[in-house]
């Protein structure tokens, strides 16, 4: 064969060989990796050791009849065959077709490395085909090296460059971007100038525009400023016209009434002309005192309407005539009646002078009558009932109570009328509250109380249970609290100063202060405690014909339920607190009232209530415990008032009075007697009463 053939053989089988199918081209992928034919290692195809075989089988048999003549040099000869056959096999072993389509790195090495080793020990043993054949690979293999190193090279300067335009592109956008974003914030610059220049330009329109309305407004307030000044000063000179006017009508209601009242003490049926006989003065006090409440009335509800009108004082002129008529027809009739007396009077002495001879006559011829084997008592006994006076009065204000009941008919009568129950619930609620409020806790809300309850009796609205509650809400409102508040303080009297006796006090303040304002109160009081307290009169209820027990008992003061009369005990209980805030009443003032005036019930009354006690017959336990209550209250007030007169008394009901109600006095009995009697001694032995426990101080006032 020849070596030209052989050589083209090598290149066919190199080229049918798995690296030889490989396609190279020179414009790679960009996701391709550049190096790859470069990082992997060099292996020899595995059809190079039958190349190899062949080589060396022909070269073999031409070298053998040359080198058979040498002994010496078979021996290099056999190894290198033997060395040849090794690789050989090694090829054959490592690169069979059948087995493997790529042989591994591994054993590619070790047979170049023994291809090497070879050569080094026989170089001049290969054949020139084999190294030409060899350099041929070795010379495609490295021009195939430098070619791919070029075109990497290229690749990377072509990639360079790319990067470079993109880097350079990307540099002249954002300068682009940076120029355009730097003319769009100039130019929103702008606008916002202009914008603000227009609204600053707007704005300082807009604040000559209010400047010039503040300039009209305020010249048209200054005109109405100077027409409000002009109509104030006008109003200012009408309201004092309107008051001097009102001063001078309310001075004449004030001459008025004190003349109506000077001519109803005129009017006196018990005292002045009760001996004149047929004659019945009691109309025409009653008429009086009608129209004194009248024009006290209008007084009272003019001056809390403010000024009276020419109407009020027209009323109450025809209220002062009316009482002038009144007057003189009582004179009249007084007259009319002392001239009957008159010649009754006359008609009598002389009956008595006919008499007065017929008794001479019959003297003469009669004996003188024996005297009476008693003789006259050494002392009178003492009354069982009331003087006659007192009885009257007593009378008096049952009836007025009884005329305040029947004036309030509608409220009290309101079982189908939701709307009337709910004001007499609510009226009651605000009279009988703030009673039940009184407390010694402080000056200034025992003040509060007593403006609340003011306010309401003088028909202004006050707050009760969070609604707003006033007498004017219904036309009987106002007799309808009167009773109820009067009711009320008797009932704490009763209930409160029963269980502590220093409560009498606080409660006789208010009650003195608001009688001093509203009489009709204190008139109504007085009715509720006679009633419940018949020895605050005093009186002695007498056992009448067709009176069933029960109801007598109910008259002298006891409570009788079912049947059932309470305790004794219980019974001197209640009528002690009774007792108590009565004595309180008549000796306190509330100290921010008028000082002027006199009180409306004051200490004179205490005094006539105590003779009258000391001038009827006293009452086993009942007497001895009212005395001692009364006298521990108001005795220092009335050792101050009346002094020597005042121990005179003491004296007697020591010396006289205090061994009759000892007489009538069981054992069981002797507790409120020795009570009574130990007070008596240590107060005539110091010759002082001391002031009642409980009693309010100037300081309290500062509270």
């Not at 009582?330 to 002389?350: G, W």
């Not at 009941?405 to 309101?414: E, K, L, P, Q, T």
């Not at 304002?517 to 007498?542: E, M």
Request: charged fraction near 25%; glycine fraction near 6%.
């Amino acid at each position: 064969m020849q070596p030209r053939q052989l050589r083209w053989e090598t290149l066919a089988a190199l080229r049918t060989s798995s690296k030889g199918q490989l396609s190279y081209c020179r414009h790679w992928l960009q996701d391709e990796d550049i190096l790859e034919g470069c990082m992997s290692p060099l292996v020899l195809s595995p059809y190079s050791g039958w190349v190899l075989d062949r080589v060396i089988g022909q070269s073999a048999q031409e070298i053998a009849p040359s080198r058979s003549s040498t002994p010496k040099e078979s021996t290099p000869l056999t190894n290198e065959s033997s060395s040849l056959e090794k690789i050989t096999s090694a090829s054959h072993q490592g690169s069979s077709p059948v087995s493997s389509t790529e042989p591994s790195e591994t054993k590619g090495n070790d047979d170049l490395s023994l291809l090497e080793m070879n050569q080094e020990v026989f170089p001049a043993a290969l054949p020139s085909k084999v190294t030409e054949v060899e350099g041929c690979i070795r010379m495609y293999e490295e021009m195939h090296r430098l070619k791919g190193k070029e075109g990497l090279r290229q690749r990377q300067e072509q990639q360079e460059q790319m990067v470079r335009a993109v880097y350079d592109l990307a540099s002249e956008q954002l300068k682009r971007f940076d120029e355009l974003k730097e003319l769009k914030q100039h130019q929103e610059f702008q606008d916002l100038q202009e914008v603000m220049e227009k609204s600053s330009k707007e704005a300082q329109g807009q604040q000559e525009k209010l400047k010039e309305e503040h300039r009209h407004r305020a010249k048209v307030l200054n005109l109405k400023l100077r027409e409000a000044e002009q109509q104030r000063q006008r109003q200012e000179e009408l309201e004092r016209l309107r008051k001097e006017e009102g001063q001078e009508r309310l001075r004449r209601l004030y001459s008025i009434q004190e003349e109506v009242l000077q001519l109803n003490q005129q009017i006196d049926p018990n005292y002045r002309h009760k001996d004149l006989p047929r004659i019945d003065l009691s109309a025409y006090s009653n008429r009086g005192n009608q129209i004194c409440g009248l024009v006290s009335g209008l007084i009272r509800t003019t001056s809390e309407r403010g000024f009276p009108t020419q109407v009020d004082v027209a009323n109450t002129e025809r209220a002062l005539q009316e009482m002038r008529g009144l007057i003189s027809s009582m004179q009249q009739e007084i007259a009319a009646a002392v001239e009957e007396k008159r010649r009754r009077d006359e008609e009598e002495e002389r009956q008595k002078q006919k008499e007065l001879l017929k008794k001479e006559q019959m003297k003469a011829q009669t004996p003188a009558p024996a005297q009476q084997s008693g003789g006259k008592q050494r002392k009178e006994g003492l009354q069982v009932k009331a003087e006659e006076s007192t009885m009257q009065w007593y009378q008096q204000l049952q009836d007025a109570a009884e005329q305040c009941v029947a004036s309030f008919s509608g409220i009290s009568n309101c079982k189908d009328n939701n709307e009337v129950k709910k004001i007499k619930t609510d009226l009651q609620k605000a009279a009988t509250i703030p009673v039940s409020q009184i407390s010694r806790i402080a000056g200034s809300q025992l003040r509060e109380i007593f403006d609340k309850i003011n306010n309401l009796l003088s028909g202004k609205s006050v707050q009760s249970g969070g609604r707003t509650v006033s007498v004017t809400q219904h036309p009987q409102g106002l007799d309808f609290v009167y009773y109820k508040l009067a009711e009320k303080f008797v009932n704490q009297g009763e209930e409160e100063v029963a269980s502590h006796h220093d409560a009498a006090f606080p409660i006789a303040v208010v009650a003195s202060g608001i009688w001093e304002i509203h009489p009709r109160v204190g008139d109504l009081f007085l009715a509720h405690l006679h009633k419940k307290c018949p020895y605050s009169v005093p009186f002695y209820p007498a056992l009448k014909e067709g009176t069933s027990m029960e109801e007598y008992q109910r008259m002298l003061g006891y409570q009788v339920k079912d049947s059932k009369t309470e305790e004794q005990d219980n019974f001197l209980k209640r009528m002690s607190g009774m007792i108590r805030l009565y004595a309180a009443i008549i000796q306190l003032r509330w100290p921010y009232g008028n000082k002027q005036g006199t009180h409306p019930h004051g200490l004179n009354y205490g005094w006539r209530w105590l003779a009258q006690m000391l001038n009827m017959e006293p009452l086993a336990d009942v007497t001895a415990t009212l005395l001692f209550d009364f006298l521990e209250v108001c005795g220092n007030a009335l050792m101050k008032q009346y002094q020597v007169q005042f121990w005179k008394m003491m004296l007697l009901i020591r010396e006289d009075y205090f061994p009759r109600i000892e007489a009538i006095t069981s054992s069981g009995q002797m507790g409120s007697l020795m009570r009574f009697k130990q007070f008596l001694e240590e107060c005539l032995q110091q010759k002082e009463i001391p002031l009642p426990k409980g009693a309010l101080q100037s300081s309290f006032w500062r509270s």
